[in-house]
T-cell receptor
Framework: GGIITQTPKFLIGQEGQKLTLKCQQN?????MYWYRQDSGKGLRLIYYSITENDLQKGDLSEGYDASREKKSSFSLTVTSAQKNEMAVFLC???????????FGPGTRLLVL | GDSVTQTEGPVTLSEGTSLTVNCSYETKQYPTLFWYVQYPGEGPQLLFKVPKANEKGSSRGFEATYNKEATSFHLQKASVQESDSAVYYCALSAPNSGGSNYKLTFGKGTLLTVTP
């Protein structure tokens, strides 16, 4: 078994601020993902990384950067937070050639 | 591109009644179909998945059959419990050009509330 840890659990930012969310996994999985979850819109893929130092854009990458410096960690940066933005950011991981993804508990973002 | 459409919520049921959450999908590939469940304050977790057409998946009393002809994967449970209150996501994974499955396409989710 394993676990995905996301920090921080809650993030409150100001408009225009650059905000960084972190994700760690101890599954030893190759592939990691960042999703954005908005009420009524499901999960939308922002970035994913097949292996260390690899980055692939998802459907919602504009306004975000990502970084995968090592196998166990994957960071997401909101480059300029938008006022009244409220969403949950979910990190997930999977074995490289298998499709089941395992999710962390999420980081809840609020921009004032 | 791929898409998944599921029952719009919220759905409220009394304990002991039956549940159906409809899910239909569109893809040009041969997908694996998933149901994920998300409890309050947690991330989604896999309920079950079905990789082959005409097969059934099940877990914790929930089941769904991969219907390739109808492009459907409806979630059913005969008798819901209060502890089943959660958001349910239908999803598909279709192989990319390299043959490995990297991306899941999710439906918008269905919030289920079960009252005692």
């Amino acid at each position: 078994g394993g676990i995905i840890t996301q920090t921080p659990k809650f993030l409150i930012g100001q408009e225009g601020q650059k905000l960084t969310l972190k994700c760690q996994q101890n599954f030893n999985h190759d592939t990691m993902y960042w999703y954005r979850q908005d009420s009524g819109k499901g999960l939308r893929l922002i970035y994913y990384s097949i292996t260390e130092n690899d980055l692939q854009k998802g459907d919602l990458s504009e306004g975000y950067d990502a970084s995968r410096e090592k196998k166990s960690s994957f960071s997401l940066t909101v480059t300029s937070a938008q006022k009244n933005e409220m969403a949950v950011f979910l990190c997930a991981s999977s074995i490289w050639d298998q499709d089941t993804q395992y999710f962390g508990p999420g980081t809840r973002l609020l921009v004032l | 591109g791929d898409s998944v459409t599921q029952t719009e919520g919220p759905v409220t049921l009394s304990e002991g009644t039956s549940l159906t959450v409809n899910c239909s999908y569109e893809t040009k590939q041969y997908p694996t179909l998933f149901w994920y469940v998300q409890y309050p304050g947690e991330g989604p977790q896999l309920l079950f998945k079905v990789p082959k057409a005409n097969e059934k998946g099940s877990s914790r009393g929930f089941e769904a059959t991969y219907n390739k002809e109808a492009t459907s994967f409806h979630l059913q449970k005969a008798s819901v419990q209060e502890s089943d209150s959660a958001v349910y996501y239908c999803a598909l994974s279709a192989p990319n050009s390299g043959g490995s499955n990297y991306k899941l396409t999710f439906g918008k989710g269905t919030l289920l509330t079960v009252t005692p």
